[in-house]
């Protein structure tokens, strides 16, 4: 394995924050931002190209650097292309579960494979009749005659599901929902891509059917029940990254914008210098500064293993993820025609952005989780929990 030459593994805390940006920021300059408008063509990232990222050691991050470092590596990539950030959000989120509550043989199997990279990871939480309440997951896993389980079920919208080797999948057992890692190559598992989606089309999202898989007693995460707590901690991860990610698009769509501001005249001036169009770039540069500031200041309480953190994750989530969305339509509007086109890049993170209001627990949830943790905080009740909605504050809700 080539040593990591754009990401740093010391810890983020010794390190400032331009200095964690530096390496991320140039390789994505040089290598991933110029080919993403072609990866989204093609509806994928080929192999050479998840075998570069693993030469930068940015697969094995959530483990390695610090979480503030993954976070500013996560907003880098997410600038230069969503659907190689998501890959690498399932893929942390696996190797995040495998590492915290895998068992000893899974580790030794897994842990140095997925952490180089040379083994990629997704997260199976999602069913035809279960997203945002994950309490609804209809997947089953049954004690197996001669011990182990007998895996079934149906996921849907697994990014990275085309690819990856290890399986992060939530399905119901006697004692409620279970976690379990399963190797794709397990007998009875079959994968099928997902093609024309709206956005992050290069994520090689595929839905994965489980009929009858059989799986050793150590490819239960934790204990069995757990599921729902392991659910909660591994999409803290993914939020985080998909709040950085979604900081990078709006940092793509300001300097999209303000060069196409400095260079398309209209009317015998630079666009630039009409107002209204400086009205959209200074939205995009104030949410930027604010949704960065809260991004770094969830991944600051990360590393300090204060459990404030998730609904820190909650709000930096949210706002990183409306501004995305804001920032490329007014991206896409500053360059007119152009920006409705595949010539601009803007119009790919139009589609991306809209992704991220939806995956890691909707804008619609994070309303409700930070909603909830004010007023608990406050000390009124908790609001009467209702058919669909998250049960806990604490992100147990995708
Ligand atoms: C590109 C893409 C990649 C994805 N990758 C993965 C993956 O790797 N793994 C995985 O497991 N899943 C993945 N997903 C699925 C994603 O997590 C779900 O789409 C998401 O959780 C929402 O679930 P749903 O689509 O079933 O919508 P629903 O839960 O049916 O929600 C529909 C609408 O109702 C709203 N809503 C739902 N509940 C409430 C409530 N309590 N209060 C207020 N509003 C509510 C939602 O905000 C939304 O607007 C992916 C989805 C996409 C689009």
New binding site residues.
Partial sequence: MTPAATFSATPSSDVDEAALRAGPRAFVDAELAPRADAFDEAAEIPEWFLTSLAEQGMWGAVRTGGMVAFGVLHEEVGRGCSSAR?LLT?HSMALYALDRWGSAAMRERWLDPMTEGGRLG?????EPGA???ITAVAATARPAPGGGWLLDGH???????ERADLLLVFARTERGVSAFLVPADTPGLTRTPVRG?L??RA?L?AEIRFDGCRLPAEALLGAEGMGTAIAAGVLDIGRYSVASGSVGIVQACLDASVHHATTRRQGGVLIGRHQLIQKMITEMAVNLRAARALCLRAGRLKEAGDPATIVETCAAKYLASVSAMRAATDAVQIHGASGCSAERSVARYFRDAK?ME????????QE?LIAQHALTAAGGARPAA?A???AAPEGST?
Avoid: M, N, Y
């Fill in positions: 998501s399932v997704a997260f199976c939480l999602t997203g945002s309440d996921k849907k919208w697994v990014t990275g599901g989606l956005g992050t994520a999202t992704i939806i995956i890691e627990g909707s804008s619609q949830i409700v209702r669909g909605a998250p995708a």
